[in-house]
């Protein structure tokens, strides 16, 4: 799933920076009266939109992946704009340089006469400083359209910007709640800083897990996270537990790190529950796609009893009978228990893994 995600990524990037050249070859050559050199057809021009396109798509993947894996994702968001941009530029140039390189060994000189002329007049054109300014203004056009993305996610900002929850509507979802395990004394003997910097790296090792099972971060409550699934036929609904126990696998795996760092390995304790709720568009100012319905009360209140229950995910009965009887989980019935503020009992489920050693968390339960 990690892998199908950044080809993702990789695709939108080629894409993107093609309709753009696209849009640069059309305004400064299709339209000029007097042809370039090297376009013999219309053709070629549509093959310097693909080549240009597919070089700085890949050069705007790779600058987003180097910037994602290491510290540079910490830095102000400007000086991160700043060096994908740097990073694009140059190696936009040092591949052309390559390739006018390359062009020179060739053994017939004629074969590649086309593509030396193509680079050659990129590189010699008067319209370069204009090729450059435009190169800034897509690369900061598409940074600013990422940074949405990753405020409100690809699925709502498509929704928001077709309009679809103007209107509330309603929807059928899975949710899962995480709570951090003692975060209160976690966040005295840290302190706000430090503590902070808990919840970061906690979450940058969640967002792999959601990647890979199909989920969305619907909301961030402070150390609490709320993921979230549209339920639709065929779909298979156990990917919501395999996310907590991958998740709780990749922080003992880092468990060096935590321990290093903070002093301690961080546990998270859930809670699934679903059914109907109605999305729809909230705020003026600030506007983000909120669901309502009884269901996310139900789940707070779900997630409350891990602690009195000594349980680290727990999910009730509706959840239950979606799921069934998943292969490589152990469902245990803790029998109808009457929520906080509910009039009617719920069935609660606690859901471990095999083997012990498998689910590192089993062996430390929730208080």
Not at 83 to 98: E, Q, R, S, Y
Not at 276 to 303: C, H, W
Not at 318 to 346: D, S
Request: charged share 15%; net charge positive; with cysteine.
């Amino acid at each position: 799933m990690q892998a199908g995600h950044e080809l993702q990524k990789l695709l939108f990037a080629v894409i993107a920076w093609t309709l753009a050249m696209g849009a640069f070859v059309i305004f400064r050559y299709a339209l000029s009266p007097v042809a370039p050199d090297w376009a013999v057809t219309a053709a070629d021009m549509t093959t310097l939109s693909i080549y240009l396109g597919t070089i700085l798509g890949c050069l705007h993947w790779l600058s987003n992946l180097i910037t994602a894996v290491s510290p540079i994702r910490r830095m102000s968001y400007l000086m991160v704009v700043l060096f994908k941009g740097m990073f694009l530029m140059i190696g936009a140039l040092v591949l052309i340089k390559i390739t006018l390189w390359l062009n020179t060994w060739a053994p017939d000189p004629n074969l590649d006469l086309r593509y030396e002329q193509l680079t050659q007049s990129i590189l010699n054109s008067a319209s370069t400083q204009t090729l450059v300014v435009y190169l800034v203004l897509v690369r900061l056009w598409l940074a600013f359209l990422e940074q949405m993305i990753l405020l409100v996610g690809r699925r709502n900002l498509i929704n928001m910007g077709l309009g679809k929850y103007h209107r509330p509507r309603q929807e059928e979802r899975l949710f899962l709640f995480l709570d951090m395990v003692g975060s209160t004394p976690h966040a005295e003997a840290l302190g706000d800083y430090r503590f902070s910097r808990l919840v970061q790296d906690c979450f940058d090792l969640l967002s792999g897990s959601v990647q890979r099972h199909g989920g969305e971060i619907y909301r961030y409550i402070g150390d609490a996270v709320i993921v979230s699934w549209k339920l639709k036929p065929g779909q298979d609904q156990a990917q919501a537990l395999g996310l907590y126990f991958d998740f709780v696998q990749n922080l003992q795996w880092n468990r060096h790190y935590f321990q290093e760092q903070y002093g301690f390995l961080p546990k998270f304790k859930g809670a699934l529950h679903g059914g109907k709720v109605m999305a729809a568009v909230v705020g003026v100012d600030k506007q983000e796609i909120s669901y309502f319905s009884d269901v996310l009360n139900t789940l707070a209140r779900l997630q409350d009893q891990c602690g009195p229950l000594k349980r680290n995910l727990l999910i009730s009965g509706k959840v239950k009978t979606m799921v069934g009887t998943p292969q490589g989980f152990q469902i245990e019935p803790l029998g109808p228990i009457r929520l906080k503020g509910k009039q009617q009992e719920v069935e609660v489920f606690s859901v471990t893994l095999p083997s012990p050693a498998t689910d590192p968390g089993s062996s430390d339960p929730a208080s």
